[in-house]
């Protein structure tokens, strides 16, 4: 297909072809179903002139695909550079191309004549969250002709995700045995996560906080007007009737939709509204800020699983990188498990979160250990780099200012 003909193209047109190639039920699985009934019927070898069919198949579809995604660049897709890269439109859900990277990317792809658009294509094993995090170091080092300064951007996007997550897990880990500690011990009732800042504006904060942030924001609380506040941080009163628990924070937030439910039902409500009711409770319960956080959990506990369903065969995944790979799982397993403690705080989700918390936490840091140490080193190159161009800019500025003052000069 040639350029003209390829821009005369409907893209949309060309990924239904592809699909009806490689797609499920489609000619790629027919083949395989044919060779393999061939197979046990021991007549595979009068299907060999037709066997190159299979991975044509394959070709054609990703190379329909990729003049697809060329098309959508051209008309200012987003998805266009992830498209072209290998994704399918089900794997963009798992998050966004950033728009720094976003248009380096796209602009690639639609000039491919002029630049080798090689280095976006997804590489074996590699996940979308993978491919977002490699895309903008790789796209630095195009740019700047420095492989190294690159690695650098890369290297320290990672890192900011370590330095963003690593953290919060040891806490949990760490806080949430004290937790239990407290519970099998003195019998105190377990708090759902992220809700510090509620419990201090009820004058209720931890004591392993500094006395003069609890008073302060006791005060804070006892300023704000009794509806906002609890808007912000869940109404103690359903808690107390549905829960019953004395704080909203200590509430199991499904026992208080089924309680508020049944009462519906027998109120004569139907199971619509009875389920409506249970769930507006558990939510006024949970006040915005708990609900919240229980939608940023479960927002990355479906992320992180899509990226470990992109990693494929579970074996293979950890072959290639053992490390990165348990990160990823016990990634997954922690987020959900903190989903859980923040919904019905109690011994089981807190016990669970603490274990995935450090297994993640130690997993994060073996994982990136090597660009830890290498990190300094490749930021000073990068920093002699960057002088060693500033030096010949500014002996290319002082040059050029010669040349012209000698232009000007008519006595030169």
Known sequence: MSDS????????????????????????????EAFTRASRLGVGDKLG????????????????????AILRAENGDPRAAALYAGFRP??????????????????????????????????PGETYQDWLQRIPGDAVG??????????????????????????????????????LYKRFRHGDLMKAPGTTLAQILKGQGSKLLPARIRLLGAQIGRSTPPVVLKILTGSDTLAQLHGG??????????????NMGAASRVAGASRLGAFASGAGGALRTAG????????????ATGIGAVDVYQEGNPVDAFKRDKAG??????????????????????????????????????????????KVKAFPGKVADAGAWAGKKIGEG???????????????????
Do not use: C
């Open 5 to 32: 003909s390829k821009r005369m193209a409907n893209p949309e047109d060309m990924e239904h072809l592809a699909k009806l190639l490689d797609g499920r039920g489609n000619l790629r699985d027919k083949l395989d």
């Open 49 to 68: 002139p037709i066997k190159p069919l299979r991975s044509w198949t394959d070709d054609t579809a990703v190379d329909l695909r990729r003049r697809a």
């Open 90 to 123: 089900e794997d963009l859900k798992a998050g966004e191309l950033p728009p720094d990277a976003m248009l380096i990317a796209n602009a690639a792809i639609a000039n491919g004549d002029k630049f080798d658009a090689a280095w976006l294509q997804r590489k």
């Open 142 to 179: 195009k740019i700047s002709g420095n492989e190294n300064l690159g690695e650098v951007v890369s290297d320290y996007i990672d890192l900011t995700a370590l330095v963003s997550t690593v953290p919060g897990a040891f806490s949990m880990a760490a806080l949430g045995t004290w937790k």
């Open 245 to 258: 628990r004395l704080h909203a924070w200590e509430a199991n937030l499904l026992k208080v939709g089924k």
């Open 288 to 299: 915005f800020w708990r609900a919240t956080g229980i939608g940023g959990s479960v927002l």
């Open 325 to 370: 790979y348990v990160a990823k799982v016990s990634g997954v397993a922690f987020n959900a498990s903190l989903t859980a403690a923040m919904v019905a705080p109690n011994p089981v989700t807190f016990g669970a979160a603490v274990v995935t918390g450090a297994v993640y936490g130690v997993a994060s840091i073996v994982d990136n250990w090597e």
């Open 394 to 412: 500014a002996g290319k500025l002082v040059e050029g200012a010669k040349e012209l003052g000698s232009a000007l000069n008519p006595f030169d």
